[in-house]
């Protein structure tokens, strides 16, 4: 993953960006940025995130170069893992989002104002919710229910569990089955 290097001291760069040299990271940038693009490239898997996640690793290296450790290991290596960490963290956070029309995003607002009610008579309230309406109706209850609970209600995996009165690993499957659900009828 990462090519040799040529001798170049991470190391002494990092401890710079440490102390405040702008030019030590701009040095760094140079030296690596095309890489860790790569590298952020393969995990999120679209070039404008990808660039996005770059930026915010390397605030993150100039930010945290103090904390960098070298009994855990090397330099370069820190930076690798900064990125990948940022990549990654992008992809969960994108996985929470989901794409929707004007008129599916109206009838959700409905359902967040209608937030104290059940989410089945939530879901009954609007008829008009268009094609992720027609999706979700050939779901389940459950695998329905745990998705607008964790996707509109923004509530966390166990918080739906204890909702539901159901296991933590059960209601994990019900969303992904769900989603996946969702995606192919969606297309």
């Keep these: 993953?990462?090519?040799?290097?040529?001798?170049?001291?991470?190391?002494?760069?990092?401890?710079?960006?440490?102390?405040?040299?702008?030019?030590?990271?701009?040095?760094?940038?140079?030296?690596?940025?095309?890489?860790l693009l790569g590298v952020a490239l393969?995990?999120?898997?679209?070039?404008?995130?990808?660039?996005?996640?770059?930026?915010?690793?390397?605030?993150?290296?100039?930010?945290?170069?103090?904390?960098f450790d070298a009994t855990r290991g090397s330099a370069r290596g820190w930076m690798y893992t900064v990125v990948r960490h940022a990549a990654l963290d992008a992809v969960r956070a994108g996985a929470r989002e989901v794409a929707a029309?004007?008129?599916?995003?109206?009838a959700l607002d409905v359902i967040e104002r209608d937030a104290g009610a059940d989410m089945l008579e939530a879901f009954e309230l609007r008829q008009d919710l268009g094609r992720l309406h027609e999706c979700l109706t050939r779901l389940d209850t459950a695998k329905r229910n745990s998705i607008l609970y964790a996707y509109v209600e923004g509530f966390s995996h166990s918080e739906i569990?204890?909702?539901?009165?159901?296991?933590?690993?059960?209601?994990?499957?019900?969303?992904?089955?769900?989603?996946s659900a969702l995606r192919e009828c969606m297309v």
């Design 1 to 35: 993953m990462m090519p040799a290097d040529d001798g170049f001291d991470y190391e002494a760069a990092l401890a710079a960006c440490a102390r405040g040299e702008r030019q030590a990271l701009r040095r760094l940038y140079d030296r690596d940025s095309a890489r």
């Design 42 to 67: 393969r995990i999120v898997r679209e070039r404008g995130l990808a660039e996005d996640v770059l930026h915010d690793a390397f605030v993150s290296i100039w930010t945290r170069a103090a904390t």
């Design 101 to 106: 029309d004007g008129d599916t995003l109206e």
């Design 161 to 179: 569990a204890e909702r539901l009165k159901s296991p933590l690993g059960t209601v994990k499957a019900w969303i992904k089955r769900g989603l």
